[in-house]
């Protein structure tokens, strides 16, 4: 353990969870403050466990995030429910204004066809290897395609699969479930992945 994860933990350690010496309604407003401080600053889905660390070990995590959600009314942000935590999200009529007021773009969320058909096959079928999706799409998968996917973080290296030479697989994240507004793979809809025999075999 380093010198900052040291000095993390102390802290962590002198942090009064319980708050016993505020009236009730002092402490859950505090509660709130920690909560909604901690998910403001991740860019990333916050767990369940994460935001437990900071109240106490009797407080209604899902009741305090209610609550800030209701004070978050008429915000142009939200906290919103995705992959098993939550997270700080703008709110939908406001994109047009940030993109314009700030040059911010998506283009880290536009897919090329042949990407988001791999990714689909990633979910419904993880984890998978690369010819395992090779099989699927009757060609083979470049691996520059799967980088990019990689590099948006969208999907990850997976268990070793069976076949000779136990090649890695790949399985989606947790960025994917965020991105795609999904609580868990659980809630994918019902898709069929259609691959087009006609195709001329070549690299995706």
Known sequence: MNAAQ???QDELEWLDLELADLPADLRWREWMNRIEAVIFASALVVPRDVVQKVVGKDASIDLLIEDIQADLKGKPYEIVSVAGGWM???RTQ???????AADIDDKQHDF???????LCAVAYH?????????????KEIN???LGR???KRLIGIGPKSPRPGAPHT??????????????????LPELDIAVDENSERGTV
Do not use: K
């Open 149 to 151: 996917l990689r590099y």
């Open 88 to 90: 700080f999200r703008t």
């Open 126 to 138: 993880q984890p998978i290897d690369r010819a395992g999706l090779a099989e699927l799409f009757g």
């Open 170 to 187: 790949f399985v989606t994240t947790l960025e994917f479930l965020a991105t795609f507004d999904l609580q868990s793979l659980r809630d």
């Open 94 to 100: 406001y994109a047009t204004a940030i993109r314009m």
């Open 143 to 145: 691996r520059d395609l």
């Open 6 to 8: 040291q000095q993390a």
């Open 112 to 118: 090329t066809q042949d990407e988001m058909a791999v």
